[in-house]
């Protein structure tokens, strides 16, 4: 199998963090089954050039919100928006495949709100989700999803 592609952005390193851990994670899995996929990770900020995707993706978008509780009065979307703009970009939201969010249980309903909207926005299933920096059985369950899907996507093809 292809490597996993992970598209992700980080505003305080909780993604970062966890996408490093959830790539070291694979390279054991590979190490021990070659067919088990690695992982090439790229994180997007204001600096990234908008590039036209040509390979199935994932997405890893914290949830940042400012205003409202994001359900029924408002919701103003806080520093993710340029990866919204990538996935946006070109034809690059027909090749994402699975949506990966993250963010702080105690804002309940709010919990992925952000990765749930791109789901929505993007036509792309919401596939799995870990809260803050993750913990290491987050790591297999996530990497389990992000198997899991891309074989779903490769049998389809």
């Known amino acids: 199998m292809q490597p996993l592609r992970i598209l992700f952005i980080s505003i305080e390193g909780n993604t970062r963090n966890f996408v490093t851990n959830l790539t070291t994670y694979a390279a054991k899995q590979h190490a021990q089954d070659p067919e088990l996929p ?19 993706y994932f997405c890893f978008v914290p949830t940042y919100l400012d205003g409202g509780n ?12 340029v990866l919204g703009e990538y ?31 791109y789901a929505k926005k993007f036509d792309a299933p919401f596939i799995a989700n870990y809260e803050l920096r993750g913990v290491p059985r987050d790591e297999t369950r996530v990497y389990d999803a992000l198997v899991a899907r891309m074989k779903e996507v490769s049998n389809h093809d």
Do not use: W
Request: with cysteine; charged share 20%.
């Open 87 to 117: 996935i946006g970009y070109a034809n690059n939201a027909q090749h994402l495949i699975g949506v990966v969010g993250s963010g702080n249980r105690n804002f309940n309903e709010q919990y992925c709100l952000t990765a749930k909207r």
């Open 70 to 81: 994001g359900i029924d009065n408002g919701v103003k979307e806080l520093m993710t928006n």
């Open 38 to 56: 690695e992982i090439t990770a790229t994180e997007i900020s204001e600096t990234s050039d908008l590039v036209a995707e040509t390979q199935p």
